[in-house]
């Protein structure tokens, strides 16, 4: 991309409301100009801007893997301005797309370990992206053990439902889908927080990563039972989200310390979050 500013035009393919209270909707798009889909490479953990003309632009995690080819999916939470104008947009609405943005989960580091994916709320979209990617074929025999612990409020605020329900029913996946509480009689899975669940499925952390995305409250709790469990800070990996204006690096809006999330980050391992000021 020449002028980093400058969007990509795309248009909205499919749009699916995730959660029963409409809080959260999943797009995908297809770029306008085919060529431009070769120019946007991007590797699963990082973000783009989404952008609408005269309204904004926001900082939202690519939801689908760069093995899915032909769109974007990005999923997105009902909060303010530019998210609330974007529920409203119908599909074959035209916008723009800047990017690919930040850095990504590190890939190579990871291949031959365990990795658990430790995922809360909407900051599962990201999660979502590398669990595609991990499960693809020409990439699976890369990693060992695949483990996901993902929690939602309730089963109505669950993301992906149908892909949670197939990969269930994998064997080369360890799926423990959990909800804080419900009064469903025909739930079938885990009932709890997280960080508990997380201390209950979780493998041990010989030759594993633990991906951690989520709310703060659940990263809270989360970090002391990986540490329980013998995970090193450089072996948890988080992704931050911090405000962002340019997304690359330029305005100053996003920074910790001497680190702009939006450029070094959003991906850091716990080792490197030890050595910034917790402002996140
Ligand atoms: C790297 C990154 C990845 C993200 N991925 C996703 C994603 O996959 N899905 C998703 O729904 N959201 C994601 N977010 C958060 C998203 O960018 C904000 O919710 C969005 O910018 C709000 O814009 P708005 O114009 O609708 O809200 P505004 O009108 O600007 O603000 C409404 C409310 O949202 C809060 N808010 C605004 N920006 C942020 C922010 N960056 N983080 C937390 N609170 C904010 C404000 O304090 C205010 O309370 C991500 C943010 C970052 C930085
Ligand atoms: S958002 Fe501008 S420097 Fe990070």
Request: with cysteine; charged share 20%.
């Amino acid at each position: 991309m020449n002028n980093p500013y400058l969007p990509y035009p795309v248009s909205i393919d499919k749009i699916v409301t995730e959660t029963e209270d409409g809080s959260l909707k999943t797009f995908r798009f297809v770029f306008k100009n085919p060529e431009d889909e070769q120019k946007f490479k991007y590797t699963p953990g990082q973000f783009a801007e989404l952008s609408i003309a005269g309204k904004g632009e926001v900082p939202i995690g690519i939801a689908s893997s760069p093995t899915e080819t032909g769109f974007l999916v990005f999923t997105v939470n009902k909060v303010g301005l530019v998210t609330s104008y974007l529920h409203n947009m119908k599909e074959g609405d035209v916008m723009g797309i800047r990017g690919p943005l930040g850095n990504w989960y590190p890939w190579e580091e990871m291949e031959g370990k365990n990795v658990v994916i430790i995922g809360g709320g909407f900051a599962f979209t990201t999660l979502r992206s590398s669990i595609v990617y991990m499960l693809h074929p020409d990439n699976r025999p890369k990693f060992k053990d695949i483990t996901v612990i993902y929690g939602a409020r309730t089963p109505g605020m669950l993301l992906y439902k149908d892909e949670l329900a197939a990969w269930e029913q994998r064997d080369d996946i360890n799926m423990h889908i959990t909800v804080d509480g419900t009064d469903d009689p025909n739930w079938k899975y885990n009932v709890g927080f997280v960080p508990a669940v997380t201390e209950q499925k979780a493998p041990n952390a010989d030759n594993a990563y633990a991906l951690v995305c989520g709310p703060p409250i659940m990263i809270k709790f989360t970090q002391p039972v990986l540490n329980k469990l013998g995970f090193t800070p450089e072996q948890i990996i988080m992704s931050l989200e911090m405000r962002m204006k340019c997304g690359i690096g330029m305005c100053g809006r996003c920074n910790i310390g001497k680190e702009f999330v939006c450029k070094d980050g959003p991906v850091f391992t716990l080792e490197q979050l030890n050595q910034t000021p917790r402002e996140f």
